[in-house]
């Protein structure tokens, strides 16, 4: 951290015209009725005007659905009693996992030295069966109208309300941000109104509309100036190098886990970041099924085993929290021509039939970065990962920053991470260049 009594380093935010990047989100629950119209407004703050500069979106789906165990338990039951027979065959087919919100019951507590947690053996009242496990359904694409109105000038910015996909792009987060045809200067203590009427039915969950850009703070919008000071820094005197920053967080898995990491920044110089990226690392994608404790067929079939008799038991504990499925390729001949699973399925190809569902490319997450040198928040409110940062994949452009962003010596970059949906390690990247022996930030 910087030393307040030090003279050569002042924090940013108190000189006039300072520009730091900035997001501002607005937030829409959906319901998946078509025709359903929902608002949200986004207040400006008064400690300066914001100037937009691109916007884009993001849709956090609510992709979980409890079910119902077939046939429902009759007596208590034990979570690795459960077979295949009753999960529901779509269940089977599109993905299910084990309830997050039931974990305190379905799983001991961790013990140590182990690295996965271990299935409970404490009985389930029969009628909490639908409380075990949900399924994941497939993601869907977003289809929805919307408008915005500026309510400082009164100003609509269309003509009429605009699809998503022509104005927008796709809701995946796989573009570039739709740059603005020229910025938008929002003056202090105006509000962004923005209306969405929904297109798509049965599609619930959380969308972010997001408008990308800058706040002046302690100056007037033409401060650009005080940019391309921060970006020469240290040009004329000293050296300037490439330079990442990075935040990591070990995701659990767990929808609303809360958690924090803090970037130290070095005394060698000041930090100037221009972009943004993420990704999600996994350990494995195979799922590893035991045969221990299957009955096999009689002779001649003393390889196989009836298919819908394995219990979840026999699968790793990980791989029932990140959420499993029967590889699409597999699905054919995990089924016979009943619909139903296959009773004479070989034993030894149990570990190639289904794969993880936690891929790097399903990672969600609401984020918010806090600049502690100048004590200011670089979003009004947490964003969702695709709204605010692209396509999880890392098949987009890194998210450039409106403006870069200059954090000194000795601050630290933190950042807060919601987890919605991901197991794993998260990476976020400050991508810029460090000023060594400047003015700005000499070496001690």
Do not use: W
Not at 138 to 160: C, K, N, W, Y
Not at 258 to 284: A, H, W
Not at 331 to 356: C, H, T, W, Y
Request: hydrophobic fraction near 35%.
């Amino acid at each position: 951290m910087m030393r307040r009594g030090s003279q050569q380093f002042q924090p940013a935010a108190s000189c006039p015209g300072v520009i730091i990047p900035y997001d501002h989100a607005a937030t829409f629950e959906l319901k998946g009725v078509p025709g359903n119209i929902v608002q949200s407004v986004v207040n400006v703050s008064s400690d300066g005007v914001f100037v937009a500069t691109a916007i884009g979106y993001g849709f956090e789906e609510d992709r979980a659905r409890e079910i119902d165990l077939l046939p429902k338990p009759t007596a208590a039951f034990t979570p690795g009693s459960i077979t295949l027979s009753q999960v529901p065959v779509t269940a089977l087919i599109e993905g299910f996992r084990l309830n997050p919100r039931s974990e305190r019951f379905l799983l001991k507590d961790a013990a140590v030295g182990l690295r996965e947690r271990q299935l409970s053996t404490t009985e389930i009242n029969q009628d909490h069966s639908s409380k075990i496990l949900q399924q994941l359904k497939p993601a869907e694409d977003i289809s929805f109208l919307f408008s915005i109105v500026d309510t400082g000038t009164g100003r609509e910015l269309q003509d009429e309300p605009i699809h998503n996909l022509a104005s927008l792009g796709r809701s995946d987060g796989e573009r570039p941000f739709r740059r603005l045809a020229h910025p938008l200067t929002f003056q202090p203590r105006s509000t962004v109104r923005m209306q969405i009427v929904e297109r798509s039915e049965g599609v619930r969950g959380t969308l972010f509309i997001v408008l990308y850009g800058y706040k002046s703070v302690g100056g007037g919008a033409s401060s650009d100036a005080a940019v391309r000071a921060l970006t020469t820094a240290g040009t004329d005197q000293g050296r300037v190098i490439p330079f990442d920053y990075v935040a990591k967080f070990p995701l659990t898995g767990t929808p609303g886990n809360l958690l924090e990491d803090e970037v130290p920044i070095n005394v060698e110089g000041g930090f100037i970041t221009t972009s943004i990226g993420y990704g999600l690392s996994v350990e494995r994608l195979d799922v590893d099924v035991s045969s221990a404790g299957l009955t096999p067929n009689p002779a001649p079939d003393a390889e196989t085993t009836n298919l819908g008799s394995v219990p979840l038991k026999n699968f790793p504990v990980s791989a029932l929290q990140e959420g499993i499925r029967i590889k699409p390729g597999f699905v054919r001949i995990a089924f016979n021509n009943a619909g139903l699973l296959q009773d004479k399925f070989p034993i030894s190809g149990l570990s190639r039939l289904f794969e993880r569902l936690n891929r790097p490319n399903d990672v969600s997450f609401r984020y918010s970065i806090f600049d502690t040198g100048t004590g200011r928040e670089l979003q009004n409110q947490p964003i969702h990962n695709i709204a605010g940062l692209g396509i999880a994949n890392g098949d987009r452009p890194f998210k450039q920053l409106a403006r870069p962003m200059q954090f000194l010596p000795r601050s630290t970059i933190r950042v807060n991470i919601e987890e919605r949906y991901g197991r794993g390690v998260l990476f976020i990247v400050f991508q810029g260049y460090k000023t060594l022996g400047s003015t700005n930030g000499r070496a001690r």
